[in-house]
């Protein structure tokens, strides 16, 4: 009888008390915006899929690395230029802790391109790619292209935009910054680092970042060129 009646008091205490949430499954707070999911970016396969068919625009292939054979053709579609290559890092421009004399012998205090306000660019900090410089087997002058264009650089799985910041051997192709590599996941180092293959560098025709400097805006206008290119628009 005892326990009956501490069952019925213990049952009308439940009834009289105040509800309150269950803490077993607590709402979920909204999440910040940079936790949620990219659902509109532009994936890598998504502009690969763009890309299965190559129509040379160069005059001929160059090479990945000097003494190499000449495999690697430019090819071209209406909005954008691309090649699949290697990647070499480029050091060059303004000095600074992992880019300087002394961490590569072959470092240029110097770039292709400048900045808005006439500086020459950081590879530590912006990513940029490398063009060769004009020749009889391509000419980017001549294809939409430029100091301060749009590029996608891909590398397994993974996309990283960038700027058109320097230029290269003329009879050489694939290399990007210090920090494009090192977004890539690419190691980044000026003499052990790149890799042998498997980068794709997308440059989207008669676009420009303003100011140059600024890799926010690359992503920005990387990310617009990307969905439209992708989109077919």
């Given at each position: 009888?005892?326990?009956?009646?501490?069952?019925?008091?213990?049952?009308?205490?439940?009834?009289?008390?105040?509800?309150?949430?269950?803490?077993?499954?607590?709402?979920?707070?909204?999440?910040?915006?940079?936790?949620?999911?990219?659902?509109?970016?532009?994936?890598?396969?998504?502009?690969?899929?763009?890309?299965?068919?190559?129509?040379?625009?160069?005059?001929g292939r160059y090479r990945t690395d000097a003494g190499r054979p000449r495999t690697i053709p430019v090819c071209g579609t209406?909005?954008?230029?691309?090649?699949?290559?290697?990647?070499?890092?480029?050091?060059?421009?303004?000095?600074?802790?992992?880019?300087?004399?002394?961490?590569?012998?072959?470092?240029?205090?110097?770039?292709?391109?400048?900045?808005?306000?006439?500086?020459?660019?950081?590879?530590?900090?912006?990513?940029?790619?490398?063009?060769?410089?004009?020749?009889?087997?391509?000419?980017?002058?001549?294809?939409?292209?430029?100091?301060?264009?749009?590029?996608?650089?891909?590398?397994?799985?993974?996309?990283?935009?960038?700027?058109?910041?320097?230029?290269?051997?003329?009879?050489?192709?694939?290399?990007?910054?210090?920090?494009?590599?090192?977004?890539?996941?690419?190691?980044?180092?000026?003499?052990?680092?790149?890799?042998?293959?498997?980068?794709?560098?997308?440059?989207?025709?008669?676009?420009?970042?303003?100011?140059?400097?600024?890799?926010?805006?690359?992503?920005?206008?990387?990310?617009?060129?990307?969905?439209?290119?992708?989109?077919?628009?």
């Amino acid at each position: 009888m005892r326990v009956q009646l501490l069952a019925l008091a213990a049952a009308g205490a439940a009834l009289l008390a105040p509800a309150t949430p269950s803490t077993a499954h607590p709402p979920k707070e909204p999440r910040s915006r940079q936790e949620r999911p990219a659902e509109d970016a532009v994936q890598a396969a998504d502009l690969l899929a763009k890309l299965r068919d190559c129509t040379p625009v160069s005059s001929g292939r160059y090479r990945t690395d000097a003494g190499r054979p000449r495999t690697i053709p430019v090819c071209g579609t209406r909005d954008a230029v691309f090649w699949t290559a290697d990647m070499d890092i480029d050091c060059d421009g303004r000095p600074g802790r992992r880019c300087n004399r002394r961490a590569d012998p072959y470092f240029a205090a110097s770039t292709a391109f400048q900045t808005s306000d006439g500086r020459h660019l950081n590879a530590e900090r912006l990513p940029y790619v490398v063009v060769p410089v004009p020749s009889r087997i391509w000419d980017y002058r001549e294809h939409g292209v430029r100091g301060g264009s749009v590029a996608a650089v891909i590398h397994r799985g993974r996309v990283q935009y960038a700027v058109v910041g320097d230029t290269g051997p003329r009879e050489v192709i694939g290399e990007a910054s210090y920090a494009a590599a090192r977004a890539l996941g690419i190691p980044p180092d000026p003499l052990s680092g790149g890799t042998d293959s498997g980068v794709t560098y997308i440059i989207f025709k008669d676009s420009q970042v303003s100011p140059l400097g600024s890799h926010a805006a690359a992503v920005a206008e990387g990310e617009r060129l990307a969905r439209r290119f992708v989109d077919g628009g």
